[in-house]
């Protein structure tokens, strides 16, 4: 795994049991769901990322396969450019449904990667650490990566933040940056069942900084839920869940069945 440090004086973390220690004695406990948390004190105790709810609406959607293309996409753009013992990194894992689908993809091919995951979500960290124990888990800031510098050769970034500065200082040579992002007209069927005026979603098309794009991928297909419950999964795992008055949630929830768009584009960077 690529090598947690130590969020006070930035300084390797080691395993001892049922902790991670740094040489400066700094000792940080391991959940009993499995993961570590490493933010700040002064940022720890509150509650931040997705709520239960919403991870696990997530988690019972993807298992469901509605997003398995993209996973397929996601290692198809990564097929040549991993080998065996290389150090991949997902800031704002989730509940790693992207992470183990890839690590189990490469594993079948005969290419064992290391991997960790960064969420601000311990709901979401406990739901990762179910899916793979193999995943080294940290609840942590992308912005405040608890990564050394130059330690890992691939970053997820699915959905989450950007975080380019902490990206370029934790990636080695040439390492890559994997980012998804959703297209102008993802999911909205679904916004069509629920608003009187559906918006698409804005386009990210900027430059990131420290970084040449190295590949692109469109992802793009028909997702049609069939019941009330994969309907509600998904709703429940977008922000519009609590952006959305219950009248206008009864329209969609009401719904046996819906025909949506699933529309992603893979990006793929390296270090400049």
């Known amino acids: 795994m690529p090598d947690f440090i130590c969020p006070v004086c930035k300084s390797t973390l080691v395993r001892k049991d049922k902790s991670y220690v740094c040489s400066s004695s700094h000792s940080y406990d391991i959940a009993r769901s499995g993961y570590v948390n490493l933010l700040m004190s002064n940022q720890s105790g509150k509650r931040h990322g997705d ?29 040549d450019r991993l080998s065996t013992g290389c150090d991949i990194l997902d800031c704002g894992c989730g509940d790693c449904y992207y992470t183990a689908g890839l690590l189990s993809h490469f594993s079948e091919n005969g290419i064992i990667c290391n991997a960790a995951g960064i969420d601000i979500s311990k709901d979401a960290l406990k739901y990762a650490a179910k899916r793979s124990p193999d995943i080294s888990l940290a609840v942590a800031s992308a912005y405040k990566l608890p990564a050394a510098d130059s330690s890992c050769d691939l970053i997820l970034n699915i959905f989450s933040p950007l975080a380019e500065q902490e990206f370029a200082r934790v990636l080695r040579k040439d390492g890559l940056l994997l980012k998804v992002v959703p297209l102008s007209r993802h999911l909205m069927g679904l916004k069509a069942a629920v608003y ?15 970084f040449e794009l190295a590949d692109t991928k469109q992802v793009i297909y028909p997702l049609d839920l069939p019941d009330r419950e994969s309907i509600s999964t998904l709703f429940m795992m977008t922000p519009y869940y609590y952006k959305t008055s219950e009248k206008d949630q009864q329209k969609l929830l009401s719904l046996d069945t819906l025909s949506t768009e699933a529309e992603f584009e ?6 400049q």
């Open 266 to 271: 893979i990006r793929l960077y390296r270090k």
């Open 196 to 210: 009187d005026q559906p918006y698409e979603n804005p386009t990210e098309n900027e430059p990131v900084e420290g």
């Open 51 to 79: 709520d239960s709810l919403m991870v696990r609406a997530r988690r019972d959607f993807l298992d469901r396969g509605f997003y398995s293309p993209l996973l397929s996409a996601i290692c198809d753009i990564l097929s």
